[in-house]
């Protein structure tokens, strides 16, 4: 390596570093400490425990073939509902089957004959509800294994929440459902049932709470996956600020900076209540149209440039002095 490669090679990484630090530097002087204001206003707030889950099935059964054979009818699809009792296919046994072949090759008569006196067998629905799986084709052979229809009397959510949270959850806690599949939907209902086994997911407990909504919609499919909100506490009429602005004060108090004299914003201690995670409500400290400062960060003085750890062999940006320039700590 010639003399002049290696006086390149050392050089400009130094070169390179102070310039990029230069330029955070002067970009650093040019944000300010400007805050801005919000009222005080009064609206509703919510005490949540989120979770997720999946629509599902209250009770499901599935309709499987009493003998072997062949289907012949299918009269219900996914999405009827039907009633207990009501026949909902028609199948032919195996030797059915095989009769009704054999006279179809014989001509319309033999087959109308053997249809007559050889009837089909019904499959009857064991209960009323939803068709919710249709398993099967007509003409299919099927045995006695063979999942011809699933049924469902009601459609739930089934959530699985944190143990770490399970104790705010009760039954009758109203909840609010929404469907990744339709996320501007939202649909009420309450919880019914908590499950006493708790399942271990990457060393993570969690349990199942059945959630029914108060009118199930008709875009509701079973296993959909749905986010739950479960609302622990609910107010309509709270004195609510933005959480940004809240600050811890001494001895754990919670306060607040207002404009106060030539607009210089003071600490004032204030008692909050519900949190959810963007609002924070006011119980005392404060009243409906006040105002609270949002600060955009606080400002600590930092050495001037020929203490930058980027700085090498005396390489240093212009004007680099003994100053001292601002920058944002959180």
Known sequence: MTKRRLVLALILPALLASGTWFFLHRSGKKTNGRSRTVAVEQGPIEDT???????APLNRVEIKPPIPGRIERLLAEEGDSVKQGATIAWMSSTDRAAILDAARAQGPDALKEWQDSYKETPI???MSGVVILRNV??????DAGTILYAMSDSLIVLGQVDESDIGRIRAGMPARVTLDAYPDQKVPAKVFDILHEGKNVSNVITYGVKVKPDRVPPFFRSQMTAN???????????LLIPASAVQEGSGGSKQVLVPGPEGKPVPREITTGLENGNKIEVLSGLEAGESVVLSR??????????????????????????????RRTP
């Open 49 to 55: 425990v989120e979770a997720t889950g999946a629509v």
């Open 228 to 238: 739950i909100s479960f609302i622990s506490q609910r107010k309509q009429k709270a």
């Open 124 to 126: 009857v629905a064991p």
């Open 137 to 142: 084709v007509v003409g299919q052979t099927v």
């Open 297 to 326: 960060g606080r400002y600590a003085p930092q050495q001037g440039p020929q203490s930058s750890p980027l700085a090498f062999g005396g390489v240093r940006p212009s004007g680099g002095g003994q100053g001292q320039s601002s």
